[in-house]
């Protein structure tokens, strides 16, 4: 997904990439993504998410987490990620 959006020039701001495993390969897009001005963040779990933010998640215990804690809405899905809006918190 961030390789895909960096190739097409799409603006990444308040975008949160949640990810668990080894991501060694999201943490170099991020900082390339940061570099260039970004507000782009990459973290380990869905805690202090905003309204607002888009939350992009490939696994599902993150994506569990994400609604045991927040309202939120499904607004894309590409290359095995789904991007969600967060509404507010439960």
């Known amino acids: 997904y961030l390789q895909q959006a960096m190739r097409t020039d799409k603006d990444l701001n ?18 390339a993504l940061r570099w260039q001005g ?9 805690q202090g998410l905003t309204p607002g ?9 993150l994506r569990d987490s994400l609604f045991r804690h927040y ?10 990620c789904t991007v969600y809006l967060v509404q507010r918190r439960l």
């Open 14 to 31: 308040n975008y949160v990439f949640c990810y668990t495993d080894y991501n060694a390969q999201i943490k170099f897009y991020i900082d």
């Open 38 to 46: 970004s507000t782009v963040e990459l973290q380990n779990n869905t």
């Open 53 to 61: 933010k888009k939350v992009v998640i490939s696994q599902p215990p």
């Open 71 to 80: 309202l939120a809405e499904k607004q894309e899905e590409a290359f095995g």
